[in-house]
């Protein structure tokens, strides 16, 4: 895939891990697979190698899910190239304005339920040679904590990361995210390239816009197939102007990507009264070359339980259709099943 090597954790005893530690063990727990001896995760701080990781254990922040008492991103830096001429003002500010939608699209897609959004602020302005370097940051709230509040800018610039590597939408990206990332990569008059970075005390690697990224990004949001299907998610309403009708956008947690919809006037009144909430939605599926739905044009939406209440055990399923394997026991239908494939 073109991603570094996985960093690897070892437990410590009376020493807390690296964050990327925690984060992966979190989500293994989470996963219900901390059985394995060893495991591997991706994660916002990229790929990490556990060994043993029901030994690995962190005192960790019961919003964020990260570890407590370090030190996290505190910024994203955006550095600007210079080409024959100056920037214009349109551009330079154009440049910002797409960056920060994009991570106020982010924020939407990765803390689904109603929460204060980030105020994406300039923290840092400076002008070195042919570098204008920009640092934003998000204003500080009494319902969020800092490393809440900037959790977009990891997934901002670990996704451009990704879109270097492969043409395909990113966690929690939506076909919109993708598009302002190409707008900010694209050269334009006075400015040659754009690189983003994650600042936590030092700046990180940086993740240049460049021509590979380009070209994965257009790819991940053109067309390659139109099905008719259903997704699951958590809706949030966009727009009610849009021209097409509302526009919406439903975030699936199995995949973490934001999905793009556009509905008819008539189901505006049931998108206002399911925001929030988990629904199906079905209707005309446009998806990429991976497979990845990346818009959907809703015909009518199901709400959903919030919980599990509601939705059949498994226990409820079993037994459902008792002539299923024919006879066979469970491992003898699999076997044939497997042989035939």
């Known amino acids: 895939m073109g991603v570094p090597p996985p960093a690897r954790c070892v437990s410590v005893p009376g020493q807390n891990p690296p964050p990327y530690c925690s984060e992966a ?70 440049t910002l304005g797409q960056l920060s939608s994009a991570l106020q699209e982010i924020d939407r897609a990765a803390v689904v339920e109603r929460a204060e959004r980030p105020k994406w602020v300039v923290e840092d302005l400076s002008h070195e040679g042919l570098f204008y370097t920009v640092r934003l940051t998000a204003r500080p709230s009494r ?14 610039v670990e996704g451009a990361r990704e879109l270097q590597a492969e043409p395909e939408l990113p966690p929690f ?6 598009n302002r990332l190409l707008k900010v990569a694209e050269p334009k008059d006075g400015i040659r390239e754009v690189s983003l970075a994650t600042v936590n005390g030092t700046v990180g690697d940086r993740v240049g816009l460049n021509d590979a990224l380009i070209e994965h990004a257009r790819s991940a949001v053109r067309e390659a197939e139109v099905s008719i299907g259903s997704i699951t998610g958590t809706l949030d309403v966009i727009s009610t102007r849009a ?18 919809g556009t509905a008819s006037v008539s189901l505006s009144d049931n998108l206002r009264k399911f925001w929030g909430h988990r629904v199906t939605v079905r209707g005309r599926i446009t998806r990429n070359a991976r497979g990845q739905a990346i818009r959907v044009a809703i015909s009518d939406l199901e709400l959903l339980p ?16 008792p002539g299923w394997t024919r006879g066979l026991s469970v491992d003898e239908f699999m076997n044939r099943a497997r042989r035939r494939a």
């Open 143 to 156: 319902r969020r904590d800092p490393e809440s509040l900037l959790r977009p800018v990891s997934a901002l």
């Open 243 to 260: 021209r097409q009708g509302v526009r919406v956008s439903i975030f699936d947690p199995v995949n973490r990507r934001a999905v793009t």
């Open 25 to 94: 063990v979190n989500a293994l727990d989470r996963l219900a697979r901390c059985r394995l001896r060893e495991a591997v995760c991706w994660g916002s701080f990229g790929l990490v190698t556990i060994d043993n990781p029901r030994e690995i254990q962190a005192p960790t922040s019961p919003l964020t899910g990260s570890v407590s008492g370090m030190a996290g991103v505190t910024a994203l830096e955006v550095r600007m190239m210079q080409g024959e001429t100056r920037p214009a003002l349109a551009q330079f500010t154009s």
């Open 173 to 178: 990206y939506s076909e919109a995210t993708v």
């Open 306 to 321: 919030d919980d599990d209440t509601g939705r059949p055990s498994t226990s409820h399923l079993l037994g459902t259709d």
